[in-house]
DNA sequence: GACTTTTAATTGTCATACAATTAAAAATAA
DNA sequence: TTATTTTTAATTGTATGACAATTAAAAGTC
């Protein structure tokens, strides 16, 4: 592992990029300990603050985690589904927000992502899906019930549904379009007529994976994705007459 | 902006999250400059070395950029999708090697993605998507094409079929999960005959596309995953018999 | 042998200094 | 005046050295 001292790039970014490298090449497998923030300083030739300066970059994308005390040190962390979620919606939600994707279009992504779970899952759904489907729709009927805590259990049904298909992979990659949507859905006001519209629906979609009828499941999502466009649209047009 | 010096947290990740909290809640618009260095280590009562080790972390996810000079200093940075594309990657790819993911695992989640994909593709496609899967097509049919090569071609195809759903934000979703199967993909060898298997499928998928014929392009499509896999796991028998 | 204390290694934080870069301001020349 | 050059000031990048906090192992003690 080398760096230029004379690059345009920070040292600490070539150092970081550097290691990065070596870890997804597999030079440095999971729970290995890297040299110390002294033996790294003199093996790139730079000072300790810059070396932390790196390792801070490589912690903040999970890369690694950092242990205090006598064996201590940095270690390469093997990055979790959950980590990966937490990057995943982080970095959606900002892309969403910074570059004027139409709700429209991030809903169409999300139900097209959906569409393709809801098949693997009315193959394989297990009881434990299903009852927390059929949990959150039963909380979505709920009176009292606010507006964004029906947006959570909406996004838990989801969930459920996604996680239903059994791919890790899958729930992770659609994590992200999901929750992404939180704060454009938070935008929306629930009323009763539109809340019991969106449980029928989702009352249909537990039926359809209940009884494994992809077909039925989803065109139950593609009605769903329509009138969540609809309401969305309606919001938006109420504020432009009356802002 | 606040930050709890006894918390168990260094105090460079909650400076660090601090900020992107404001910046994720819209307190910090694209472009804003973030206070100089110094300025920052007065307002969070801590030194320099522990500011700079947040503002690290924050480039490290391409929040902020930094400009030295007279008028320089750390600014909100657009997350462009390109950005976002990266990170994808890597977290998939980190995602995948470290996580001891199946082959097939990371396959069906990739192609039940491309398969919703390539509705919409069928609908949308423009002329400059499908040029590009045809040129695609004609380069993975040279005789002295190499594996790596072919590989990569392999990718230009699905990443033209992807875009063609003219919608960026399943183009950023999709990009992870297919790149980050890359370093599999490379292990398996092409064989002249699975080439030519590849290349027909590739062809029926590219008409199916310029048919808009979603339902042709979905059977193809599911076609090409069963061969992926079968691939793979002759690549895996073979190994395990003679390592 | 079990418990307590000491020690050494390591990361976390701080203070200070200087180098490199850059745009604006000031000075100079045409 | 205008164009060019020089100076200046602000800012990030890097280095050095020091000390605090944490932690496991080693040494000591009962």
Chains 1, 2 share one sequence.
Not at 83 to 98: K, P, V, W
Request: glycine letters at 4%; charged letters at 25%.
């Amino acid at each position: 592992m080398k760096i230029d001292p004379n690059s345009s790039k920070d040292l600490s970014a070539q150092i970081a990029q550097a290691i990065k490298e070596a870890i997804i090449a597999g030079q440095l497998p999971v729970d290995e300990r890297l040299p110390s923030e002294a033996e790294l300083s003199e093996q790139f030739d730079v000072s300790r603050p810059t070396v932390r300066e790196a390792l801070k970059r490589l912690a903040a994308q999970s890369l690694i985690r950092t242990q205090r005390g006598a064996t201590g040190g940095a270690f390469v962390n093997r990055l979790s589904f959950e980590d990966a979620y937490a990057q995943q919606i982080t970095t959606s939600t900002l892309l969403l927000s910074m570059n004027a994707v139409s709700f429209e279009t991030a809903c169409e992504a999300r139900y097209a992502l959906e569409r393709a779970c809801a098949q693997l899952s009315s193959q394989r759904r297990e009881a434990d899906h299903l009852a927390t489907m059929r949990a959150e729709i039963h909380r979505q009927s709920q009176p009292g019930l606010s507006d964004e805590a029906f947006c959570a259990s909406d996004v838990a049904f989801h969930r459920a549904l996604v996680d239903g298909a059994g791919n890790p992979v899958l729930s992770y990659q659609l994590a992200g379009a999901v929750e992404a949507m939180q704060p454009s859905m938070n935008m929306i006001t629930f009323s009763a007529r539109s809340r019991s519209e969106i449980i029928a629906l989702h009352t249909r979609i537990a039926d359809a994976i209940e009884a494994h009828a992809p077909d039925k499941a989803d065109a139950a999502l593609a009605e769903l994705q329509t009138y969540t466009v609809k309401l969305a649209n309606d919001v938006i047009a109420a504020r432009a007459t009356k802002p």
